[in-house]
């Protein structure tokens, strides 16, 4: 399942129930949602609740729940939000890129940039994995979605940049993609909880250091030095 299936069946359970809300009223939903983000990134997923966002946005509870049957509603709506906006500004631009190591690279570096502007309020991802690693329903079952999805999208770049000889061919594509995430979940932790200046950093040197240890031999060796041929000397008179 890609990234883009995973964020379809995140819409399943409301389709499941029945979306009752009216066609009219997009751009309150719009911003329903987004504020709904905002308070989601700073409280969690499970600080979401309809009463305080009905507050913010100056809306009665009902008017709220016009637009969504349930707080459960809400907070996939967020997430389906959150993953979107991943996809637009980390896997589209990348896939852009020539298959192989370019778009493993811009792939890496896109996820950097974006957790770097995350760190200030936190991944809703990293934290919905904490939230709900150990409560089935609904939720956990879209945080997984969303995770998997992204790390086939990864496991299928690093499978290409392979086939395109810019990787070994002996890789463990599969313990790659678990380093790379590893790494990434560091940044967050270091980021977040030690507020290590350096974390961005430390990142980036580790993610360069891994593809250099998985390059084939012939996209990581030097490139070939031309033999010069000296012209022999004249002979002298």
């Known amino acids: 399942m890609t990234l883009s299936t995973a964020l379809h069946a995140l819409t399943a359970p409301l389709r499941a129930r029945g979306d009752a809300r009216p066609r009219k009223g997009e751009a309150t939903r719009a911003a329903i949602v987004e504020a709904a983000l905002a308070l989601a990134r700073r409280d969690g997923l499970e600080g979401l609740t309809i009463g305080v966002l009905a507050e913010q946005m100056r809306m009665s509870k009902s008017g709220v729940f016009a637009h ?27 896939v852009r890129r020539p298959r192989g190591l370019p778009r493993l690279r811009a792939l890496l570096e896109n996820w950097l940039a974006w957790l770097a502007r995350e760190l200030e309020q936190g991944c809703l991802m990293i934290s919905g994995a904490s939230e709900y690693d150990d409560r089935p329903g609904p939720l956990r079952d879209a945080v997984v979605e969303i995770v998997q ?47 290590s200046p350096d974390s961005v950093k430390h990142a980036r040197a580790g993610l360069a250091r891994l593809l250099d240890s998985v390059k084939s031999p012939r996209a990581a060796g030097p490139s070939p030095t031309r033999r010069v041929h000296k012209r022999p000397r004249a002979a002298k008179a």
């Open 68 to 94: 969504f049957g349930s707080r459960e509603d809400l907070q996939l709506a967020v997430m389906k939000e959150y993953a979107a906006r991943f996809v637009d500004q980390v896997l589209r631009p990348a």
């Open 149 to 195: 999805g992204w790390k086939r999208e990864l496991l299928r770049a690093i499978e290409q940049a392979r086939d395109e000889g810019h990787l070994r061919r002996d890789i463990d594509a599969g313990q790659l993609v678990f380093e790379i995430y590893g790494l990434m979940l560091a940044l967050h932790h270091d980021a977040r909880l030690l507020h």
